[in-house]
């Protein structure tokens, strides 16, 4: 980066960089991070009025925090040298205002964070808040009791979806250069759709995360969200290694992740499509469209694309019982006062949890075990699988939970993310990359689903879309009609 863009870039201009150009620019002592704080700081503040995606802040402890950085946040794979990065109000941040959305814990703070926070900020990353989320993420709509909903960026009047959807607003209008999220339901996958930006989950394991009295259950998992998928493969590095507090985590690959987007190309690259996971998932009409236009796009670029012929019968209802499986063991010895104040939905989910029988559970097995031989044989012959991240595009932010797609109705709230389901119910990664903007001038994710443990192969498949599509998506102020 020449001098002239630096001199360019000042102040929140600052916030239309890509990460690890800001990192490059921190390395090299171009900028410093109160710089960085300054901008973001001033982001927020001229954007989140409009969105609510950042409700707490705490620019006051990320200041005291540059005075102590370790020397692990300016050398090794995925140190962030002081970068400014939000995370997601599911997880702790020591002396910070912590509340899981829900109205019994709205005025908890912790005196530890969670562990991943911890290793956030030991490799460079500056905390400069905590982004929306609904009720203990249960949701693809992103409001809840304690701080009222989150706005998308790209109409106001819409949801950015959920659970991470103040994470993903927060990103397209500049506000941090990376973002925590989590996943069960496409829960970072669908806002970033919705949003214009990328999302990757990862392989269970991957990065180390979540609750610990869920340590066994595989299907939640923690994940970077970015404005690009070179970014996402930077916070990838930051957030992956072992931690033996979390009994499924394992090493990162010995590879940085941010290798693997370098080189990346269209030309060669194997895709898979379904339009709707073979008669699993509804997709409205112009959602199809606009994924297949940009489908025939890549093959213009040199990716060949086939039919998918995997057989995924059951898998809604499998999904649904791990899904159950993790809220009943969240929630069946929570204190009784903090279940009092649930919204319904998420009662309803920990009540379905708690109602399974051993014939559900092993079903679900069943089905998940032949699913996963199914997509060990498609990926014999494809590099990934594609489909859209959501069957519509973003809806009215009053309306929690989609009843209709394709004409079809929906008789779960949970049916209108069933995109999602594949990639939680067997254990494979997963990323949604922005397709260019679609229906009413609204962005449009694509989906890319991988091999198992095959994050860097993925990456580099999302950086050729994204290349195809002459991405990232700019920063954008919100649009408030």
């Not at 702790?92 to 969670?114: E, H, M, N, Q």
């Not at 905590?130 to 992103?142: D, I, R, S």
């Not at 969240?330 to 104040?341: C, H, N």
């Amino acid at each position: 980066m020449s001098e002239k863009i630096v001199q360019d870039y000042t102040g929140p201009e600052l916030c239309k960089l890509q990460a690890h150009e800001v990192v490059d620019l921190l390395r090299r002592r171009e900028v410093s991070p109160k710089d960085l704080l300054e901008a973001s700081r001033q982001r927020h503040s001229e954007t989140d009025a409009a969105i609510n995606a950042m409700p707490t802040v705490c620019f006051e402890r990320a200041e005291e925090a540059i005075r102590h950085l370790p020397e692990s946040a300016f050398a090794g794979r995925g140190a962030l040298h002081g970068l400014p990065v939000g995370i997601k109000d599911l997880s702790a941040v020591k002396g910070v205002r912590t509340t899981w959305g829900t109205p019994a814990l709205a005025d908890f703070v912790p005196d530890k964070s969670d562990l991943l926070v911890e290793l956030i900020e030991a490799r460079g990353g500056l905390v400069v808040g905590k982004t929306n989320t609904p009720e203990f993420g249960a949701g693809g709509n992103t409001f809840n009791a304690v701080y009222g909903p989150t706005r998308n960026p790209w109409d106001t009047r819409l949801t950015p979806a959920g659970s991470s959807g103040g994470a993903a607003a927060q990103l397209i209008t500049g506000q941090t250069w990376l973002s925590h999220g989590s996943d069960h339901g496409g829960s970072l996958r669908t806002p970033a759709s919705f949003c214009g930006v990328v999302g990757l989950r990862p392989s269970p394991g991957r990065v180390a995360g979540g609750p610990a009295i869920a340590g066994f259950i595989t299907e939640g998992a923690q994940g970077p969200m970015a404005r690009s998928v070179k970014d996402c493969a930077l916070f990838l590095d930051t957030m992956s290694g072992f931690d033996p507090h979390y009994p499924i985590s394992y090493p990162a690959d010995p590879k940085p992740y941010a290798d693997f987007v370098e080189r990346a190309t269209p030309q060669g690259l194997r895709i898979a499509y379904t339009p709707d996971m073979n008669g699993q998932c509804e997709v409205d009409p112009e959602v199809r469209a606009h994924i297949e236009a940009a489908l025939v796009e890549m093959e213009k670029a040199g990716a060949a694309v086939v039919e998918a012929g995997v057989k995924l019968d059951g898998l809604k209802r499998a999904y649904h019982v791990q899904r159950g499986l993790l809220w009943a063991t969240l929630m069946r010895d929570i204190d009784p006062e903090i279940r009092a104040g649930f919204k319904e939905t998420l009662e309803n989910n920990v009540r379905f949890g708690l109602a399974l029988t051993m014939d559900d559970i092993v079903d679900s097995q069943l089905v998940r075990s032949r699913i996963y031989d199914e997509m060990l044989h498609l990926f014999e012959s494809c590099d990934v699988l594609a489909s859209p991240v959501v069957g519509c595009m973003p809806h009215p932010v009053e309306t929690e939970w989609v009843r209709e797609i394709g004409g079809k109705p929906l008789n779960h709230y949970m049916d209108w993310l069933s995109f999602a389901f594949l990639a939680t119910a067997v254990g494979l990664p997963a990323i949604s990359v922005p397709v260019g903007l679609g229906p009413r001038g609204l962005p449009v994710g694509l989906q890319l689903v991988g091999a198992p443990r095959s994050e860097g192969a993925l990456l580099a498949a999302a950086r050729a879309v994204e290349l195809v599509f002459a991405g990232p998506l700019p920063v954008i102020d919100p649009k408030c009609s």
